[in-house]
């Protein structure tokens, strides 16, 4: 028996394309313009799977709770699409669609629908049932909303994984406001930017008297938190003694503010972000591997920018269109050249480079035409030097060569006193190197250095006493 499918729209093209993807799979379909010409057919014979818009959707999810829904919706945004998943449909199209992708969402649709509806059965049966906007219409960000709108209603805790800048904070704020929590107490907290002998008192909050200079009681975020949600970034910076704290919150939902005694409760969702991979700091007993499957019930990877083309553009529209005004420029359109520009460079930064790559050039902006000469120096030299292909597909030009290397390996071995040492020396010296560069990028600040390298503080604190470096506000690359 053929499976069916009802489809609720006036667009004839979106009619088309259906019918053809519907032939393809064999499927019956039934076509209406409105909703309330289909209210016979849906209380008598519901279909296998219903298409529609995300108004219609609303009554149709009234009327059959348990009905299989597959959405089409114009390229607005995540909102619709966050609501419609959370809500119960299945799957949503942005339109225009091409009939083969649109086919492929109907045959996944449909076998969907046959898993609610029909069990599964292994044995015989018995005779005797509003959050800020994100910007993204990419496919790996159609796939984040998704996410959002499947894990925010169910209330686990999540991490939220990529590299710093693709705007990980914004999509922990989004599962907040799609949550049962939305109206409850909700705090942020950038593990990297405390130090590591305050986080604790941070956290879970302190006694009066419980080190030097806690001349009164401090109330944690635990506990402003209570009943509410608390992001923490850069959650692979906490300290192992913290961790173990926390730890212990989120498995019987209890602590003590440091220098106490009483016994606290507190149930708070955690929602945690980090651009390290933390299964490398697990087996570099860096993080502790319990803690993170209690973080890991539910988790979203972003992309980072350079492998989402078309947000590039998007994203380059809208900080115009939100920063034109308040600084001082009228641009309206974007001169041919300065697209493919942006398209070309990596954006190592991501979101938060390109947001600030635009708020540049708007300030030096003349007329209503974005111009290439408005740029950045270095967006506009790198996707000159830069062969065009995808975004970041090629290495930085400063990365170094293997003539480079061979060159370094060739002076190391030239040293008899090295001989038998030379991995030893070798890593020494690079690893030596790479931090002193950190250091001189991040101005002899520790946290952002250990960002980039991909360690924690501790770790690079440790590295830099081993290797004899000097930290100051400024790294002298010749010392």
């Excluded at 489809?7 to 209406?32: F, M, N, P, W, Y």
């Excluded at 923490?232 to 005694?261: H, M, N, S, Y």
């Excluded at 697209?339 to 460079?345: C, D, F, R, S, T």
Aim: net charge neutral; proline share 5%; aromatic share 4%.
């Amino acid at each position: 028996m053929a499976e069916t499918v009802l489809l609720i729209t006036e667009d004839s093209g979106i009619v088309q394309k259906v019918r053809d993807a519907c032939r393809e799979l064999e499927a019956s379909l039934t076509h209406v313009g409105v909703l309330k010409d289909a209210v016979s057919e849906l209380s008598a014979t519901p279909p296998d799977l219903i298409l529609c818009d995300y108004a219609t959707f609303e009554v149709v999810r009234k009327q059959l709770p348990r009905a299989c829904v597959l959405l089409y919706t114009e390229p607005a945004g995540s909102e619709q699409a966050i609501e419609a998943i959370k809500r119960g449909a299945i799957d949503y199209l942005v339109t225009p669609i091409e009939t083969v992708v649109l086919a492929q969402h109907i045959r996944e649709a449909l076998r969907i629908s046959r898993d609610i509806h029909v069990p599964a059965v292994y044995e015989q049966p018995d005779e005797d049932g509003a959050v800020e906007r994100i910007i993204g219409q990419s496919p790996a960000m159609r796939e984040v909303y998704k996410l959002i709108g499947r894990i925010a209603p169910r209330d686990v805790n999540v991490l939220i994984t990529g590299e710093s800048g693709t705007g990980k904070e914004l999509i922990a704020r989004a599962i907040l406001h799609h949550s049962p929590r939305k109206d409850q107490p909700y705090h942020a907290l950038n593990c990297a930017a405390i130090p590591e002998t305050l986080i604790e008192s941070e956290l879970f909050g302190h006694e009066k008297g419980a080190f030097t200079g806690a001349a009164l009681r401090r109330i944690g975020k635990f506990e402003q938190c209570d009943c509410g949600t608390l992001f923490l970034d850069e959650i692979g910076d906490i300290p192992l003694a913290t961790q173990a704290k926390l730890l212990r919150v989120l498995q019987d939902k209890t602590f003590q503010r440091l220098g106490g005694t009483e016994l606290m409760m507190s149930n708070v969702r955690i929602i945690g972000a980090t651009h390290q991979p933390l299964e490398t700091l697990i087996e570099e007993k860096r993080f502790r591997q319990d803690l993170y499957f209690r973080l890991k019930v539910a988790s979203i990877d972003v992309q980072p920018l350079r492998e989402r083309e078309v947000d590039v553009v998007l994203l380059a529209h809208q900080f115009v269109r939100r920063y034109n005004r308040s600084l001082g420029a009228d641009i309206r359109s974007f001169s041919p050249d300065v697209l493919p520009v942006l398209l070309k460079y990596a954006w190592p930064g991501n979101v938060r480079e390109l947001e600030n790559a635009i708020k540049a050039a708007l300030v030096v902006a003349r007329g209503s035409v974005f111009r290439l000469e408005f740029l950045p120096d270095h967006v506009r030299h790198s996707a000159e030097d830069r062969p065009a292909g995808r975004p970041g597909s090629e290495r930085s030009t400063a990365a170094p060569t293997d003539a480079d290397a061979r060159l370094v390996a060739e002076k190391l071995i030239a040293q008899p006193a090295l001989d038998g040492k030379l991995h030893e020396t070798a890593t020494a010296v690079v690893e030596r190197e790479i931090i002193r560069v950190c250091l001189v990028r991040t101005q002899g600040q520790l946290a952002p250095a250990a960002r980039m390298l991909g360690i924690s503080r501790t770790t690079l604190r440790k590295r830099i006493a081993l290797h004899g470096i000097r930290t100051t506000t400024s790294i002298d690359l010749d010392t």
